[in-house]
């Protein structure tokens, strides 16, 4: 089992719709979860951390963390074409120290 | 601020030369990672530094990859020899030590022909 498993996609969806992207990860003892966005030909970029079960919201963005069930969502609300692109899933994983271990991530397409 | 800072953007060498990558990370960070990045296999955790310290380097694929921090502001991913199998996009990010989010630069794309 992948220590953390997005679904490639693509995901299309139209413009305004909701978008939700789902990561399930191995490690039960995780306890922070971040969703970064990562257009083409660019660095990844934070745009949700997540550390306690329950919804947390910013903006069109809703991050849901589920640790009994070791699944991480994020929820794009009335999704532009501008939310274009890949979305990886990034587990704080406890060995010794606190390791990053990431999702192959999920491509999203809005279409006008 | 300036952000996690990587040099050189691209580079583009031949089979068996040395290669360099360059990080200076975000001031007062005391974690550092070197990332690798393919289609294939996604982001690879190479290594990760905590306070100048290297901490694990079990993704470093093998000798001929070697990584240094000499102080907190600066760290070298070197090659040598390279090999067209590295062509990838080499990220350095950074991170307050516990549980903080990263922080990534824009990345290096190496191209080994």
């Known amino acids: 089992q992948k220590e953390v498993e997005q679904n490639s996609g693509p995901l299309s969806v139209p413009e305004g719709a909701i978008a939700s992207l789902n990561c399930t990860y191995s490690d039960r003892g995780s306890q922070s979860f971040f969703w970064y966005r990562q257009y083409s030909g660019k660095s990844p970029e934070l745009i949700m951390s997540i550390y306690s079960n329950g919804d947390k919201e910013d ?54 | 601020d300036a952000g996690v800072i990587q040099s050189p953007r691209h580079e583009v060498t031949e089979m068996g030369q040395e290669v360099t990558l360059r990080c200076k990370p975000i001031s007062g960070h005391n974690s550092l990672f070197w990332y690798r990045q393919t289609m294939m296999r996604g982001l690879e955790l190479l290594i990760y530094f905590n306070n100048n310290v290297p901490i694990d380097d079990s993704g470093m694929p093998e000798d001929r990859f070697s990584a240094k921090m000499p102080n907190a502001s600066f760290s070298t991913l070197k090659i040598q020899p390279s090999e067209p199998r590295d062509s990838a996009v080499y990220f350095c990010a950074s991170s307050s030590m516990g549980n903080s989010p990263l922080h990534f630069g824009n990345g290096t794309r190496l191209t080994v022909t």
């Open chain 1, 59 to 112: 903006g069109r963005f809703t991050a849901q963390l589920n640790k009994a069930s070791q699944y991480v969502s994020l929820l794009i609300r009335d999704s532009q074409p501008s939310d274009s692109a890949t979305y990886l899933c990034a587990v704080l994983m406890v060995r010794g120290s606190y390791i990053p271990t990431f999702g192959r991530g999920t491509s999203l397409i809005v279409h006008p």
